[in-house]
């Protein structure tokens, strides 16, 4: 549904911490090769992403904000959110962005985009997105772009129950 009102971005749970991936049982390990494979993935692809990143991308990220409907003061959390490409046009548009990541390097990018072009209302988490925990109807809008499809199926359920939670009615 269309973003509303002023809100502002939720606070972050203290359960956004992960245990290190070395203490936790491999069945265990949420991600479809382990979070840790993952942030090294993302790490060592950021300082490219932007300029090899996939094809088509563009039209994707147009598609999505369009569908949005965002409003000035909505909140919106971004999963997978990478350099920005879905973060940035939302926070241009008035809406509080929660930019969550993996990959430490992703989010500093994004920030740095952010702060080049004077852009504000970005808030960059790194956590897994398949382990984000934010309080129920604390949110106007999820997206991603993608991200899903590098979890486990199993994760990709959980994510979306959780994501729908999220959303304010």
Partial sequence: ??????????????????????????????????????????????????????????????????AAGVRR???????GCGTGQLSLPLARKGAHVMAVDVSQAMVDLLEEKAAASRVSGILGVVTPIETLSLPEQSADLVVSNYALHHLRDSDKVALVEAAASWLRP
């Fill in 73 to 79: 003061g909505c909140v919106a959390v971004d999963l």
């Fill in 1 to 66: 549904r269309p973003c509303d009102g002023d809100s502002a971005i939720p606070a972050l749970p203290p359960i956004l911490a992960t245990p290190e991936m070395s203490e936790m049982p491999a069945g265990d390990r949420p991600g479809t090769l382990g979070i840790r494979f993952q942030r090294w993935v993302w790490t060592r692809r950021a300082s490219s992403w932007d300029h090899d990143g996939a094809p088509g991308l563009e039209r994707v990220v147009d598609a999505v904000i369009e």
